[in-house]
């Protein structure tokens, strides 16, 4: 057994340690595609091309959302309609009161807790609110193709 850690001991010394989140902002690819972090996209592209590649992202995405949240309302309204009728049927005893009072338990807790956003939440929405700001042309693309992916 002694060499069985011996070995372990040799093979976590194999493995380098990388720093992913380092990696991530030295090549962050939006930083090739639109330009550095300081300036807007209008620099690099002309305004027809902003309102192309906004609107085809914004298209994807919301088609992407139209189809994921329609997948997702069936299975949440099919899972809730299965346990009513099991319930109905005698197969599964639920205990109402019991979820009532762990509802509100859980919705005081998210009240008491709403305002403390973690520190990465407040600066992924600071950096987003920037580039939309600077970038106000693909961000408008952006929306009209949503809302265009919504609706097909």
């Avoid at 807007?40 to 959302?65: N, R």
């Avoid at 049927?89 to 009072?101: A, F, I, M």
């Amino acid at each position: 057994m002694a060499d069985h850690g011996e070995d372990a001991e040799s093979e976590d010394e194999l493995y380098e340690v990388v720093d992913i989140a380092g990696y991530a902002r030295r090549h962050q690819w939006w930083s090739r595609v639109f330009g550095s972090n300081t300036g807007p996209i209008a620099e690099k592209y002309s305004v027809t091309t902003q309102i192309m590649m906004g609107g085809a992202a914004g298209w994807c995405a919301g088609y992407l959302f139209q189809r994921v949240g329609k997948i997702a309302a069936t299975a949440v309204g099919g899972g809730f309609l299965l346990l009513q009728i099991a319930n109905h049927s005698g197969y599964v005893q639920v205990d109402w009161k019991k979820v009532e009072k762990d509802v509100n338990k859980a919705k005081k807790h998210l009240k008491k807790n709403a305002n403390k956003a973690t520190p990465e939440l407040s600066s992924f929405i600071e950096e987003s609110t920037d580039f939309v700001k600077r970038n106000i042309v693909v961000s408008g693309g952006f929306v009209g193709g949503f809302l265009l992916g919504l609706a097909s």
